[in-house]
Every structure is written in C-alpha cells, then in structure tokens.
C-alpha cells in the first residue's frame, strides 16, 4: 500500500500527504492544517479519484462561488463532464454526478431539506475549513458538520492554524468518532519575509524598526511609491500579485504602473489583445470605461482582480496570470482564496487594513494565507513577501506580529438562522435540536473552559491552604514583620494629625477618624514580640507574596467564569428566536404554522421573503417588478455610497414599511434585529429585466459592474427558492422562472 502512495499524478507526494491518504484509505475521518500552497488539495483529488473507483459519491464544498467554479472546471477535466456537478444557489448544473460541487451554505440547506441525497454519498470534503471561524458564514460551517450522516466521512482542508487539536477533538465529540489530525508546517518552497522601507530599499522583516530607528527615520512625514517598490523587485521576483486592501486603489496604482511600464514584447501584447477581444465579443461590453481600462493595462503585462469586475473579467485575468502573460497584478484578499497561480513574489501595500468600520492591523492568519501564494513549486528556491513600509502610520508592533507564532487560533461564531429554528421544529427531534443547542464549536469551546477554569480554581484553593500552613499563627504575639508595618502605619497618622493640629482647620470627622485609628495601632502594637529568625522572617515573606499572587490568580479566574457564564446562551437565542416566530405565526408552541412551512424554504431573509409570499406580492406585481424587488432583499450598498433611491419604475414603499415592521418585532424580543432590505439596484434590476443593455443599465447609476452582477446573481438564487416553497402554485412558479430567465443572460450568466 505504501508504495502506491509514493506517487500522484506524476507528482512525489510529501509525507504529510501520504499520512492523510493512508488514514482516508483505512476509512478514517481527516483534518489536514498545512499551510498555503503545499498541496492539500491533492489530498481530495486522491480521495474522490478512490471514490470514482468504487463508486461512491463524494461531496466538495467551498467557501465562495469563485472557487466552487474553478474546482468544477477542474474537476470536469479531470474525471469528465457526466461525472461532475455544481450546485450553488444560482447555478445548478447535473446535480445528480457522483461528483458533486456545492458552497457550504447549500450543503447545510439540503442536510436540512433532503437528507436523503446523501444516502450513498461516502465523503464531504470542506476546502478551507478554517472559514469555520468568518464572523459572517462560520456558522453554516458548524451546522452543516453537526447535521452530517453518521456513514459519512470527513475530509477537512485548512491554513494553518494553531488549534488545530481543539477543532479536531470537538469534531470527534460530536460525530462519535476519532478524527486524524496531520498537521504540516514546512512550506514545499520556503518563504522569505522582507519590507519596502523608502530611502532605503528591501531589508529582512525583523530588521525593519531596527533599521528604521538607526536612518532616523521614524518621525519623517513621508510616503513614497509603490512604483519604486515595484522597480526593486521587477529583475528577480516577478510575476507578483500585489495585495491592497482596496479597489480603487488597486486600478489607480494599476494605471500609475502601466503608464511608465510594459512588460510584455510585441508577440505577447498581441497574444493578450487576441484572447482578450475574443472572450468579451459575446457581451457586447467593449464600450464599457472598465472594459476598456483592463484591456489597456493587460496589453502592458499588468492585471487587477476584485469582486467589483465583471465575471468575464476576473477569468481574463486569471486565465492570463496562469499562463505568465500578466507580470504584476494588483489584488484584493479574495484572490488569496483557493486558486492556484504561478506567483513567485507576493507585495502588501499596507498592514493595515479596512474592516467596515476602521482600519485594523492585518491578522497573522490573514498575512500567511495571501504570503503563502508565493513561490512556485519546482521552479522557486524560495518564495518572497514584501511589505510596502509607510512611515507616516508606522507602528512596528504591527510588523513584529507577522509572525507564525502569532497565527490566531480558530474561533466560533455559531449563531441560529430562524431557518434552522423552523428545521428543528419541523423535525420534531430532539436530540438533532440538542445536539445543535449542545454541541456547536462554541458550545464545546465554552463547557470546555469553565472545566478548565473550575480545575484551575481548585487547585489554587488547595495551593493557598498549604501556604496557610506554613506560615506562623502566634495570636497573642506580634509578628516582627507585622510591628515595621504598624509602626510604618502609627508615624503617617501621627505626622497627619499634627498637621491638622498645626493648622488649627479641618474637618473633625477626618480628625476623629485619624485619632480612632491611632488608638487601634497602639493597642495592637502594645502585644509581645515573637522573636523569628531570619530564616523564618524570610519564610513568611515569600509566604505572604505566594499568597497574595495566589488571590490574585483566584480572581482573575472567578471574574473568568463569570464572564464565560454570562455570555449569550444559544438556548436563550433558540428560545427568543422562537418567540419572534410565535409573534408572527409561524409556528405555535412545536407546531408548524402555514408561514412556518413556506419558510422552509427560504435561507434569506427568511422572515422578509416569507411575509412577501405570504401577502401575495409575487402574485399581483409584474414579473419587471418582482425582479426590481428581489435585488434589494439583503444587498450590501459599498461603504461610502449613500445616494438615495432615484427611481419611479414601481412603488417600493410597501416593502420598506414590512422591513420596518418586522424589525420592529425582532427589536421587542432580540433586542437587535436582523431584517435588511436596501433597493439601492432596484431600478437597474427593473431595467435589466426590462430588456435593457448593460451598458444602459450602467448609465443609470455609477455603480461596480461586479457588484452589479453579484446582486443579480443573488437574485436569482432567492428567486429559485421562493420558487420551491411555492412549488404546489404553478402559475407562480412559471411566473418566477420567467423572471430568472429575465435576469440570467448576457454578461450575467455564469458560463463554466
């Protein structure tokens, strides 16, 4: 068996591959923590590769739409078109392949609806598991690994992550078996760390304050270019994706560099156009600024990639970068996310970065996961990061904490959907609900920790009582330590007291205190003296000082606990949830009302989209309308953009007025509310269905033609579940494909 493991599809595999095969093999359940660009993912193609031998299904989830794609593209190659397919909300393609592709999201969906699909399926692979931890999505994660089949095994991909043990020992808890954890920590092509720092050039990352404070250059009120930074590295370390936390500023440095640079020599520019001209000519886009700037920066060997791109766009860029015509491309974070590309350096323009609210340092996690895309197996000695250095915000505990040690460990974020609520109610199990009160990563964290601490508090009880023992308990006698202290005490109230005395004012209740306390320190100091020796005077100091860090410790553990117990309970989440559900009909006490049903289906919104169905608005508006309407259900408007809705194609009002209504409802029994409706594209959403160009579309409102797409994408995915929770309405249903139709087409669609 060993031997037929040494070699994968023509590669070598390393030892910590082979380890994670061998258990898969054996029937084991795999966690694999290895950092960026080692090839974890060959792990999976082994896997599904033994699954497509015996024939048994295997499930593939990814955190974003990006990545489920590129692994269908992939995939489709590698084991064939009828072997492989993709389900992602908006896009369903061949969705009984016993390959299957799905996001995350849509996994927990069907575990939730339709378990059954996976009766003959062997294995889920979660790619990126650590996402487990995102503020927004972590979530979905826990759900689906507690929802999962017993038959089924799991294969966990992550960076590298320090608590990698405590993820895999929660696993095993709540699926009742043990969970292989390989953990890999040495990079196949090892990764140097240096800084940009202006007036000087590149230095090693822990020289950069060193450096700094040597130059004097800490207190200049000077940032210099990224363009300098870019001409330090062009002869040796390119191609390079330069990560800016940023869009605009990511096409801004692009332009600045392709109009003093060209890459490329003429055969290559012509290559570029070529492949270019030929992938955008089916959408009608050329006219577009954003279309024609790219194209003009591609034809230099520069690239941009961000989610404010056109789909078309985005694979244009990747396509070129994989085949090493673009030699600097500016990027946002998502690009550090599963795809693999021929990076031999990796640029940050800042440590810093933006998170909705305030800029923020970096994360560890987050420098290694984009660093780690440097370096190009067989082809790099080593791998290069460099930080761009701006002496105007340095602040050198922000480069000292890029460090591995520092990677921060993986934390939960569970939280329940009414959805899930509506699942569990609907199950009438309950144990699948206690399991999901019980036994989320956070659950299992938190008992965990208040064991530990409870331990901890005893054991620094039992510390203090032999400490107690130890020192000297002579009632009647005066310690000699005690006595330099009453003393101490006895001249600062006397000094007091004949200041007040002198003075001749004061208050005579401070007076009368003073004299009290005199009286209470000469009594004391009235008792015999013990007599100790020194050794035993030294004795009962470190006594004293042991007990007092002792007490210490005890607090700060007591406060702990406290706080661990006081956090928001998810039972008291479940329960306040339900009573919001109760409020408004969906359910009555463990019973499904008729909203309750409909919602089911719904994974957005739920409460928004239900009350919609429910007061018959997909019934009596136009198909033009509903498509209007549907785009603003949970959209995120850009930070920054706070133009009004300028539009009078249809009336909007009564959906702000439910949105407010049901928020108002929440807010009585949350405290919080969750409800978000902004139609802030309601009007190209209208227009589009309309018949409308893109570029007529975009004339109407400046808005990124990547946002716009990812909106319209959404609204299709809502729209295809409001189209099952009405399945038994015909006449809606045919109306609501209509209006999928509407939106999927041209520049929108997904082509993979």
């Known amino acids: 068996m060993q031997a037929e493991l040494n070699m994968f599809h023509g590669l070598i595999l390393d030892d910590f591959q082979r380890q994670a095969i061998s258990a898969l093999l054996v029937g084991k359940s795999v966690l694999v923590s290895a950092p960026t660009g080692v090839g974890k993912t060959l792990i999976a193609d082994y896997l599904i590769e033994e699954c497509q031998k015996h024939n048994k299904e295997v499930i593939y989830t990814a955190p974003i739409k990006a990545l489920s794609n590129q692994k269908f593209k992939q995939f489709k190659q590698l084991f064939g078109e009828e072997q492989v397919g993709i389900i992602t909300g908006d896009v369903v393609i061949n969705s009984q392949a016993p390959i299957k592709i799905m996001t995350t999201e849509i996994f927990r969906n069907i575990l939730h609806s339709r378990p059954d699909d996976f009766t003959h399926a062997s294995h889920v692979i979660f790619d990126e598991i650590h996402f487990i931890g995102d503020e927004d999505r972590g979530a979905v994660w826990e759900e689906a690994i507690i929802l999962m089949p017993e038959q089924m095994r799991l294969l966990g991909l992550s960076a590298t992550i320090p608590n990698a043990g405590e993820l895999a020992q929660w696993l095993g808890y709540i699926r009742s078996e043990e969970i292989e954890v390989i953990t890999h920590t040495q990079r196949a092509v090892p990764l140097k760390h240096s800084a940009y720092i202006p007036y000087i050039g590149l230095v090693a990352l822990e020289d950069v304050n060193e450096v700094i404070q040597k130059a004097n250059l800490q207190s200049l009120n000077y940032s210099d270019s990224h363009l300098n930074l870019i001409k330090a590295i062009k002869d040796k370390y390119l191609p390079c994706l330069y990560f ?431 409800i978000h409706y902004d139609p802030y594209l309601s009007g190209q959403a209208y227009l589009w269905a309309k018949g409308a160009s893109f570029e007529e579309i975009l004339r109407f409102a400046q808005v990124p033609e990547g946002d716009i797409v990812a909106a319209f994408r959404r609204s299709i995915d809502i729209l295809r579940q409001i189209r099952s929770a009405v399945s038994e309405d015909k006449a809606l249903v045919d109306k609501l494909s209509e209006a999928i139709k509407l939106i999927d087409r041209d520049v929108v669609s997904v082509n993979i």
């Not at 060997?301 to 673009?326: C, Q, S, W």
């Not at 959907?417 to 659950?443: G, R």
């Not at 400490?467 to 000297?472: A, D, H, M, T, V």
């Not at 005890?554 to 306040?576: D, F, G, P, S, W």
Request: charged letters at 30%; hydrophobic letters at 40%.
């Open 244 to 674: 800016i936390f940023s869009r605009k500023q990511c096409e801004l440095k692009a332009k600045e560099l392709a109009d003093n640079n060209n890459f490329l020599n003429r055969e290559e520019k012509r290559t570029v156009l070529e492949f270019f001209d030929a992938m955008i000519e089916p959408y009608v886009i050329d006219e577009i600024p954003s279309v024609r700037k790219l194209r003009y920066l591609l034809s230099k060997g520069i690239g941009v990639h961000h989610a404010g791109l056109l789909p078309v766009l985005k694979d244009i860029v990747e396509e070129l970068f994989a085949r090493r015509l673009i030699q600097v491309l500016y990027c946002t974070e998502t690009f550090a996310v599963g795809i693999n590309m021929p990076v031999k350096a990796v640029c940050f323009d800042s440590v810093e970065k933006f998170n909705g609210v305030d800029f923020r340092p970096m994360q560890a996690q987050e420098y290694f996961q984009m660093a780690g895309r440097a370096g190009r197996r067989g082809i790099d000695q080593e791998g290069n990061s460099f930080i761009f250095v701006d002496l105007i915000h340095y602040n050198p505990d922000e480069y000292e904490y890029l460090k591995e040690s520092n990677v921060e460990k993986l934390q939960s974020r569970f939280k329940l959907s009414y959805n899930t609520i509506l699942h569990l109610v609907d199950s009438n199990d309950d144990h699948l609900t206690q399991m999901l009160l019980e036994k989320s990563f956070a659950a299992y964290l938190k008992n965990r920790d208040l064991y530990l601490v409870e331990d901890a508090i005893d054991a620094l009880n039992i510390r203090l009582g032999l400490i107690k023992e130890i020192n000297c308990n002579h009632e009647n006698e005066l310690c000699p330590i005690d006595q330099r202290k009453l003393r101490n005490k006895l001249n600062t109230v006397n000094r007091k007291l004949r200041t007040i005395l002198r003075k001749g004012r004061g208050p005579k209740a401070r007076e009368r205190a003073l004299t009290e306390k005199k009286i209470r320190l000469e009594e004391a100091l009235k008792k015999p003296v013990r007599f100790c020796s020194e050794a035993e005077r030294y004795r009962c100091l470190q006594a004293r000082k042991d007990t007092e860090l002792v007490k210490s410790e005890v607090r700060k553990l007591i406060n702990y606990r406290r706080e661990l117990l006081n956090q928001l309970k998810i039972e008291e989440e479940y329960v306040a949830k339900k009573q919001v559900l109760d409020a408004l009909s969906y359910l009555k006490g463990d019973t499904l009302l008729a909203r309750g049903k409909i919602a089911l289906d719904i994974h957005v919104q739920e409460l928004l989209v239900t009350e919609l169905i429910a007061n018959g608005y997909f019934h009596d508006k136009s198909i033009e309308e509903i498509c209007g309407a549907v785009v603003g259900i949970d959209f995120d408007r850009r930070r920054g953009d706070s133009r009004g809705i300028k539009h009078k194609f249809f009336e909007l009002e009564p959906i702000l007025q439910l949105a407010e209504k049901l928020s108002l409802v929440e807010m009585n029994y949350l405290g919080t509310y969750t």
